[in-house]
């Protein structure tokens, strides 16, 4: 069956151009990722891929972030060649010779749109299945292992950049609802997750506690302290690793942190907890921090959470 599954797995194992000298060639994955975008940012709206300057532009600026930089960017490259994927049909211009699309101009003019299979379109328009496979492409092709903390950081830090460049360029073209999915962009998005959760060892920083599957499936989640929404900070000094029930706590103000990553507990609400410690038992704790201290929370961001969430 043609699933999330199925697609993350084939995108994991797209045929692409390895070396020593030159590094492994990541067009299609952030040929791939451009799109996806642009669907949720609904200006992909049917399944008719043009080479738009939308999609030029997006592929050029993920590749100025995550592309391999000792090969030559473009999208003309994986835009063709990805149809020996299987998955991504090419319809030219009539009479047009393929063999001559060696420029991105040749490209627009040779190419009269790209469709992807029926079953990839239809799964991309789930919230949910474009995750998953966002999720499974940049673990497979950008930062899969633990030990990349530091690309993995910066490359959020790249995409914080990049995103307040994007918001100051936006143009008048998309309506409300596109500028902001723009903002929240899904694979700045996974970034931060990522980024956050390689620095906190996939450990709630308030109770400790590590669940994984697969190495890809965990329970905490990648935690904005001054929400995003608001603040569109996405550095990893805005994050925190909390599971599900902390993130849920410190997002509705049961705690706070203090100026010594001091764990404070509101008073101001009951709870019964007969399996597990209870977070009462947790104040004035210190918070679990990473090993690096140049990425630990800001204690300005923390100050912010007491003064406008914490229930004092
Ligand atoms: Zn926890």
Avoid at 43 to 66: A, C, G, H, M, R
Avoid at 75 to 102: A, C, M, N
Avoid at 106 to 130: H, T
Avoid at 141 to 169: G, M, P, R, Y
Wanted: net charge neutral; aromatic share 12%.
């Amino acid at each position: 069956m043609k699933d999330t599954s199925y697609y993350s797995n084939l995108f994991s194992k797209l045929k692409v151009s390895k070396s020593k000298e030159l590094g492994t060639a990541n067009h299609k994955p952030i040929l791939i990722l451009s799109v996806i975008d642009l669907i949720t940012r609904g200006i992909i709206t049917n399944n008719q891929i043009t080479v738009s300057d939308e999609l030029i532009n997006t592929f050029d600026k993920y590749w100025d972030v995550i592309g391999t930089k000792s090969r030559k960017g473009g999208l003309h490259y994986p835009f063709f060649h990805l149809q020996s994927e299987g998955f991504w049909h090419i319809v030219f211009k009539p009479d047009y010779d393929k063999l001559r699309i060696t420029t991105i101009n040749k490209l627009r003019l040779g190419v009269e749109y790209a469709y992807l299979e029926d079953e990839l379109f239809n799964l991309l328009q789930n919230e949910n299945s474009r995750q998953e496979i966002v999720e499974s492409l940049i673990s497979a092709w950008f930062a899969d292992n633990t030990s990349e903390i530091e690309k993995v950081a910066q490359i959020n830090q790249d995409l914080q950049d990049l995103s307040s460049e994007l918001d100051i360029c936006e143009t008048t073209n998309y309506d409300a609802q596109s500028k902001e999915s723009l903002k929240t962009s899904i694979i700045r998005n996974t970034f931060f997750r990522k980024a956050v959760l390689h620095t906190y060892e996939y450990k709630c920083a308030f109770c400790g506690l590590k669940v994984m599957k697969l190495s890809k499936y965990h329970i905490v989640d990648g935690a904005h302290i001054k929400p995003f929404g608001e603040f569109r900070d996405s550095r990893i000094k805005n994050g925190i690793s909390l599971c599900k029930n902390h993130h849920w706590a410190f997002d509705t103000g049961l705690f706070t942190v203090d100026e010594q990553y001091k764990i404070i507990i509101s008073k101001n609400f009951e709870e019964e907890s007969p399996n597990a410690q209870p977070m009462k038992s947790f104040h004035g704790k210190i918070l679990y921090l990473p090993s690096l201290e140049k990425f630990y929370p800001e204690l300005e961001s923390f100050e912010w959470h007491r003064q406008n969430k914490f229930d004092k």
